[in-house]
């Protein structure tokens, strides 16, 4: 399918955009000029945003600030003046100079229309919960990703930034919780949770959020509750994200450009404990482990550090933070035409992004183009088209850059002490371990991603007859992505000390990962009204195949470290490659009925028929259906007098299954793996099964309730929103533990459920327009989560983790990932309380030590005693907007955050100088010792782990409020602008979490860390400039 | 009307565009792998019986056979956060994951023996005696499984088809005897059916010298002494083995494939490699890990030239030169101050030394100041992590000294047992220790023990030592101790490794305890007694 789309349809379309341009610009001929103001029919205020177009041309204009226009126009022509919420007029020119028109709201248009499963509907007349976004919004901020700016807008979706390098930014998207989960995957952040992902359709396309540019969006609508959901049937367990794309209204040519230049810096700078103190509390922590103290921390050599100034000598312990990481830029430009008549319209966009690294040797470019073409063919027959393309090119540091502990961020903050980043002389420094994250950055080797996104489709809608339409999509998309990633051959010694990091080989490794899918929609849908009854229905097919292949490729002993591509390396045993290939199918059946009575009783049925090639047998086809009921009370007769208070009353309620087919491919199948060995030095192949097949395997099942109301108060200025639901997944696919015995690796079964339950609010209030001019509007939002494993079939607990990194259960009754170790009950403050507490972590334990609780009395401290000590997903996230506007300017602001959340520190964070790590200066002269004893921090032993083993006390909770996001916009004004031949100029400029309240910023961590080593790529506060330019 | 008549071919064209592309995937949900080899294919050849076969040895114990040496007195595991270390130190339970590693591997190598016993018949092929020792070198291989099993675990259940999971869920715990029963009766089977020896291209299968040592084994866990003296008899007069002619040698890449050894996991650079040098050398060589590092009390075990232990008075042994004078088989199989590394530089462990290797320069570096030696050699210096050499499992020395150890325990001390003990100590070019010439039972057995300890240091034995000794309580105690070397002042001071006090409980730690996640899945599972 996808081949199909040659480089001759695209040089077509390229010639056909070109045209179009020359048609706009040529229909500027010699005519009258006109002016005039626009004003509203109702309240006479000017109406600003106005557009004004000389019929059946490409000519046109908007109306400024103030309602004034002026454009040139045959004299016997006739102007269409339209706007969003406005019935359009046309005005015949009459060769007058100037014409004053009044717009008649239009109360249909007033009402907002919500995108949902392939169709749309009015807010009024939906039983369904669904959030959504303008596109708008979305741009406010600026993000290198659209995730980001979804954060804090929406009740029951949970964003999650993680930080990440620039292009492999790290943002989940959980839309009411977590419903399943992987145990045989699991990470230092809890068990896998990939699986979780939102089904992200945009313009009818499975695709990635990370595949659109936000310039290009004209809504984003989530999808939460079943009655919504299950019309995608096996994918929408975890919601649906609609996104629509822009696309050109016709009328005049309308240029618009969105740019910014932002500077990043780093979220999370960790202070290292000052040196004298650290020194002191090595001292410490050597003599209280009973061992002799390294020549580095006698006195003498305390003050000969402490007093230095010839750092390269005596350099200082831990200077990483602020040696690696820089303010760096980002820059964002988008620009985009759009314009048409009524037989062709056509948007193009254009975008060029590039971020660079708060570390040095991270970056990523991206170069893309949209465009989105419209044909009226005929009254009845319209066709659509859009393709995208997209370049990205992202570069890192190729050190042990993936893993748990990506180097050089581990390196930060373990295993790098008293190395001097770079000599004078421009050799590295090393620690002890050989360490030096400079060094790694700038002459390891570097790894560069390229990947090519190519995704396009062609669509048809025709009228069959009055109110029955049929269309079809045909949709292509690909991933192209090549990387190289190159370890450079090099060799430093430590000129103080003699240490030598050697990397003997050079070598790359090149990976191509292509994937493909077409998908295709045949819809037909039926709308009409008979009297009071109102009725409409979809009927449905589609399909999507999917196909996926990976090779990699290794050689290494190149020449030098610039000599890169693959066949210059060595030609022998070393070099060596691998592959695989993967497809998939999915074939699928649904329907909608959407039944009215007066627009009062409401009601909804959806099902979906699918089947999947990831299942076999009586399992591989499922149904999910869906019913949804409102009542809009305040279209009672009895509601009457009340409808001046409560102007709009809907109660709503929906049930429903709906699917979640994450399973690796193949897991039904009983194949061979291949496992070599060698006799006598030959090599032989092998072959054994080695997981056992799972032929019953089925789709996981949601079925979720939702009850909710949706009110307006005060004249429709107060809007409200409510919603409680309950989501009972059940036959989650697990790769449950099987006993060991049989020998074979568990396949996935389906077993385990896990509900979520909550409430979620929202209100919003649109502020009257006062005398002055000033305007503005409020809105907040309030999710409330539950997470509860129900049921794991009498296995489990599952327990990752360990007492030196976070440990993480799944078991009956708790949350998903909850965070599982010991209670702690202070410190043991004489050894008389020892004795008699019998139960101790370690032999010889000391006053100063953790006194940590012998949960179930056996005097003796071990897993046994290990409870739930923290909450890894917040059961409460909430944001709070408001947009201010007055004469030209506009001031937005956004706080967004989360409650009940926790953080385990680990690694050197967590370690308190007892290893060879960070020392985080919280720990300065708040350690116990005989005469500091309400110190908050317990003894330091170097080089054991008594103290830290996984506790409460190490948990911090991680609730947070921060000021997302503030800005602060101008509006050229109208009579400066039109000199300059431009309809609209407007600056701003922004920062991005500006502002927190936590808990961890004692600890210089960004409150939206996961748990663990914080060993990630720091997370970034924007300050931007930015400029939206309208032609 | 022209233009209708377009239209509608516009209208129809796109009708049968739609559903033509909807039609014609219809394999779309019935897509085959072929990246995997499915079950239905196989079985057809007798080459298929062999790649089955091929796949079994995988499972053979690889570094780990030198490695559990570092939960017993000869070797620390130097970081105090390696799982390993809660075993050494006695601090363990039912949830370690080496426990339950250890039995997922074993099980796993069990399952594809059963797999290929089970299916081995389906292969239409005439070819006999290829069916006869593929037959055996899985059973023999299976044998190996359970008598890991048995020693580490006791009462394990005896597992001999596949079984589904609910069969899995109720399995029950199957006296230890019975498994030695059926080591024994499968060793015994395999032996019979495989050849002494095989051509160049398939050295590293199972000989039956190799299942004949491997029962000699098995009888002398099981205390069944007789059968074990008659099971090493046997090997000793296939008269295919012998002693390999160098000690410092036998773990070098020339001497793979030696007249010494009876079974070995095989390697091959690039091909199929393991991590051995980089898992146990001194952290001056790249970086390399010191996982575990062996200990005073192994050092000290070792004899003096004249074959005298140190704390004999009239030994000579000058704790100021505690190494020189020395049997040699102490500086062949540990790396001590003074000797040269594979880069070139010398090992300087002594804490005031300014090298990596240097005792708390990091806490990677030995802990006790010593390193082992064996298995790493200078050819791996390169890439550390791409190791080609063999692991030896069982060699014709422990075959010797498992028959003087068993002939000694049923009172049968006679001059073929001297003979033994004295090849081991004196039948290579560089080992020379004075021949024994005790008589009584006490002085054989102490004598014998302590040939086991230091031959075979690093080579897995000592775990299964100590317990068939029954002498955890003697030697896995109190700290864990390593170099001695005169401080500022000219003092003597021995390193003490940091946070290892070991706690030996007799009641529970001469069986490692059921896999708590086993018993979770299957409540059948008794568990070992005190844990």
């Known amino acids: 399918m996808f081949q199909n789309l040659s480089r001759n349809s695209l040089l077509s379309r390229g010639r056909l955009i070109v045209a179009l341009l020359l048609l706009g610009l040529s229909a500027f001929a010699q005519n009258i000029a006109v002016k005039g103001t626009v004003t509203s029919a109702s309240d006479n205020g000017s109406l600003p945003g106005i557009n004004i177009v ?22 016997n022509g006739t102007l269409v003046f339209s706007g969003i919420g406005y019935v359009t007029q046309e005005v015949a020119v009459n060769g007058r100079a100037t014409i004053d028109i009044k717009l008649a709201a239009d109360t249909k248009q007033l009402e907002e229309v919500v995108v949902v499963g392939y169709g749309t509907q009015k807010r009024n007349s939906m039983t369904n919960s669904v959030s959504q976004i303008s596109g708008e919004a979305i741009t406010k901020r600026p993000v290198s990703n659209i995730q980001q700016s979804m954060q804090g807008l929406m009740p029951g979706v949970t964003v999650l930034d993680q930080g990440g390098s620039p292009g492999k930014s790290n943002t989940n998207i959980r839309v009411r919780g977590i419903t399943t989960f992987n145990i045989n995957g699991s990470s230092t952040s809890g068990y896998d949770l990939g699986k ?18 936000p310039d290009d969006i004209e809504s984003v609508s989530v999808l939460k509750d079943a009655s ?8 929408a367990t975890n919601g649906v994200i609609l996104v629509t794309t822009k696309r050109a209204k016709g009328g005049k040519v309308q240029v618009d450009y969105n740019g910014y230049y932002a500077i990043q810096k780093s979220n999370n700078v960790p202070k290292m404990m000052g040196i004298e103190a650290y020194m002191r509390e090595q001292v410490a922590a050597y003599t209280n482990a009973g061992l002799p103290v390294p020549a580095r921390f006698t006195e003498e050599s305390i003050q000969a550090y402490v007093n230095a100034t010839d750092r390269e000598k005596y350099p200082m312990p831990n200077t990483w933070f602020e040696t690696m990481l820089r303010s760096a830029p980002q820059q964002n430009h988008t620009i985009s035409v759009a314009g048409g008549t009524d037989v062709i319209r056509t948007r193009l966009s254009a975008r060029f992004q590039d971020q660079q690294g708060v570390i040095a040797g991270y970056s990523n470019k991206i170069g893309e183009f949209r465009l989105n073409t419209d044909y ?3 009254k009845r027959l319209r066709v659509s088209g859009d393709i995208n393309y997209r370049y990205a090119r992202a570069l890192n540091p190729t050190v042990n850059n993936t893993g748990n502990n990506p180097q050089p961020l581990n390196n930060f903050f373990h295993g790098t002490l008293w190395a001097v980043p770079k000599y004078a002389d421009g050799t590295y420094g090393l620690s002890t371990q050989g360490n030096n994250p400079l060094m790694f950055n700038e002459i390891g080797g570097q790894s560069r991603q390229v990947t090519d996104y190519l995704a396009g489709y062609v669509k048809a809608e025709f009228d069959i007859a009055e109110g029955l339409t049929f269309s079809t999509q045909i949709a292509g998309r690909g991933t192209f992505t090549n990387q190289k990633n190159y370890t450079n051959s090099y060799t430093n010694t430590d000129k103080n000390t003699n240490i030598t990091k050697t990397v003997a080989i050079n070598s790359l490794t090149e990976v191509r990962n292509t994937l493909r899918e077409y998908t295709i929609n045949n819809l037909l849908t039926y709308e009409k009204s008979f009297g009071s009854h109102g009725l409409k229905a979809l009927v449905g097919y589609s399909q999507i195949g999917n196909t996926q292949t990976f090779l990699s490729a290794y050689r290494e002993r190149f020449y030098n470290n610039d000599i890169g591509s693959i066949g210059q390396g060595a030609n022998d045993g070393t070099k060596s490659n691998s592959g695989n290939d993967a497809e998939y199918g999915l074939r699928s059946y649904f329907g909608r ?21 990831k299942f076999t047998g009586p399992k591989q086809y499922s149904f999910f259906p869906s019913f949804s009921a409102g009542w809009r009370i305040s279209k009672e007769n009895f509601w009457q007098g009340l409808e001046k208070t409560v102007n709009d009353l809907k109660l709503r309620g929906s049930w429903g299954i709906t699917g979640n087919q994450s399973v690796d491919l193949y897991s039904y199948y009983s194949a061979l793996t291949s496992l070599g060995y060698s006799f006598g030095g030959t090599p032989v192949q092998g072959y054994r099964p080695t997981t056992l097949a799972n032929t019953n395997l089925g789709w996981e099942s949601t079925t979720q309730l939702d009850l909710g109301i949706d009110a307006t108060f005060l004249n429709k200025r107060l809007t409200l929103t409510a919603d409680y639901y309950r989501k009972l997944t059940d036959d989650i696919l697990l790769n449950l533990d099987i006993p060991a015995t049989i020998g074979l690796k568990a396949p996935p079964q389906n077993a385990g459920s896990v509900e979520n339950k909550g409430w979620e609010f929202s209100l919003n209030y649109r502020g009257a327009a006062s005398a002055s001019g000033f305007r503005y509007t409020l809105g907040g939002n309030l999710s409330i989560n539950e997470n509860k494993v129900v049921d794991l079939k009498g296995t489990g607990p599952y327990i990752t983790g360990s007492d030196i990194d976070p440990r993480y259960i799944i078991a009956k009754g708790l949350p998903i990932n909850t965070l599982w170790g010991y209670q702690t009950d202070g410190l043991f403050q004489t050894q008389q309380e020892i004795t008699e507490y019998k139960a101790t972590y370690a032999a010889n334990t000391k006053p100063g030590d953790v006194k940590y609780v012998d949960r179930n009395g056996d005097k003796k401290i071990n897993a046994d005693d290990m409870t739930a000590i923290g909450n890894s997903f917040p059961k409460y996230t909430f944001g709070l907007n408001g947009d201010f506007s007055y004469k030209g300017f506009d001031l937005s602001i956004l706080f967004q955050g989360a409650a009940k959340v926790d953080a385990r520190l680990a690694g050197a964070l967590a370690e308190m100088g007892n290893q060879e790590g960070f020392t985080h200066e919280i720990y300065t002269n708040d350690y116990w010792t005989p005469d500091n004893t309400g110190a908050r921090f317990p003894r330091p032993v170097k080089f054991d782990l008594r103290n830290v083993a996984t506790s409460d006390r190490l948990v911090i909770d991680g ?37 927190t309240f936590s ?21 970034t506060a924007l300050y931007t400039f930015g400029l939206n330019l309208s032609f | 009307m022209k233009t209708n008549t377009f239209k509608h071919t516009i209208y129809a064209g796109i009708a049968v565009l739609a559903l033509g592309l909807a039609s014609c995937d219809s394999g779309l949900l019935e897509t085959v792998p072929n990246d995997r080899l499915s079950e239905d294919l196989f079985w057809k050849t007798e080459n298929d019986a062999k790649l089955a076969v091929n796949s079994l040895y995988t499972d053979l114990d690889s570094t780990t056979a030198v490695t559990w040496d570092g939960i017993t007195d000869l070797a620390h595991t130097n970081q105090s956060f390696n799982v390993a270390a809660y075993i050494e130190a006695g601090s363990y339970d039912a949830t370690s994951s080496v426990i339950y590693d250890e039995w997922k591997r074993a099980y796993r190598g069990i399952r594809g023996v059963n797999y290929f016993l089970e299916n081995v018949d389906k292969v239409p092929s005439t070819n006999t005696a290829l069916i006869s020792q593929l037959k055996g070198e899985a059973k023999a291989l299976r044998a190996y499984h359970y008598l890991k099993l048995a020693g580490l675990f006791g009462p394990v259940p005896l597992v001999t088809s596949s079984i589904s999971i609910d069969e899995g869920r109720t399995l029950v715990n199957t006296p230890v005897e019975e498994i030695w029963n059926f080591v024994e009766k499968e060793l015994t ?35 069944r002494y007789q059968k074990a003296a008659d099971a090493a008899d046997q090997v000793i007069k296939l008269g295919v083995y012998g002693l390999y002619d160098s000690y410092e040698k036998l773990y070098s890449y020339a001497a793979e494939n030696n007249k010494e050894v009876l079974l070995d996991k095989q390697y091959l650079k690039d091909v199929y490699q393991n991590n051995v040098f980089n898992l146990l050398a001194p952290y001056s060589q790249k970086n390399a890990q010191s996982t575990y590092v062996p200990t005073k009390a192994l050092v000290d075990t070792y004899e003096t030239l004249e074959g005298k232990k140190i704390t004999d008075p009239s030994s000579g042994y000058d704790p100021a030169k505690p190494y020189a004078n020395r049997d040699p088989r102490l500086k062949f199989s540990v790396f001590l101050e003074g000797d040269a590394l594979p880069s070139g530089i010398t090992f300087q462990p002594r804490p005031t030394s300014t090298t990596a290797d240097a005792i708390g320069s990091t806490y990677i570096a030995s802990t006790t100041g010593f390193n082992i030696k064996k298995y790493i050699n200078t050819e791996d210096f390169a890439n550390p992590t791409n190791s080609g050499i063999d692991i030896i499992l069982l060699r014709y020395a422990e075959v010797l000294l498992i028959y003087a150890e068993a002939k000694i325990e049923l009172g049968q001390a006679d001059a073929t047992v001297l003979a033994a003990i004295n090849q081991v100590r004196n039948g290579r070019t560089d080992v020379k220790l004075p021949s024994v010439t005790a008589t009584t039972q006490a002085a054989l057995r102490d004598i014998v023990r302590r040939e086991r300890t230091v031959e075979l240091a690093f080579e897995g034995q000592r775990l299964y030592d100590i317990r068939r000794w029954k002498i955890g309580e003697q030697v896995m105690n109190g700290p864990v101790f390593g170099i001695t070397y005169p401080d500022a002042t000219g003092k003597l001071v021995t390193v003490q490794a940091a946070s290892s006090d070991r706690v030996f409980d007799a009641g529970r730690h001469y069986l490692w305890p059921m896999p708590q996640k086993e018993r979770d899945l299957n409540p059948n599972l008794k568990q070992n007694p005190n844990w």
């Open chain 1, 959 to 995: 609730s947070y409020l921060r000021l997302k996001n503030v800005q602060l916009a101008y509006n050229i004004p109208a009579e400066i602008v039109s000199k300059l031949r431009v309809s609209r100029i407007r600056v701003y400029t922004s920062a991005t979490n500006l502002l």
């Open chain 1, 54 to 75: 000389v019929k059946n041309t490409l000519t046109g204009t908007s109306t400024d600030a103030d309602g004034k226009f002026e454009i040139n126009a045959p004299s």
């Open chain 1, 228 to 235: 919504s959901t299950a019309i995608y049937g096996s994918r």
């Open chain 1, 593 to 613: 009925v959407n039944y009215d009575y007066k627009e009062k009783y409401l009601f909804e049925a959806n099902g979906r028929y699918d089947g999947s090639s």
């Open chain 1, 196 to 213: 979780n992902d939102a089904l992200v359709i945009v313009d009818g396309i499975e695709q990635r959020l990370s595949d659109i540019n």
């Open chain 2, 189 to 223: 089977e395999a032996a019979a059916l495989l050849p002494t020896t095989y051509g160049a291209a398939d050295k590293g299968r199972f000989t039956k010298g190799a299942a004949l040592g491997l029962l000699a084994r098995a009888d002398l866990y099981a205390g």
């Open chain 1, 376 to 378: 009226t063919v005929s």
């Open chain 1, 999 to 1019: 808990k961890l910023n004692k600890w210089n961590l960004d409150p939206e860390v996961p748990s663990g080593r914080a060993v990630y790529f720091p997370q």
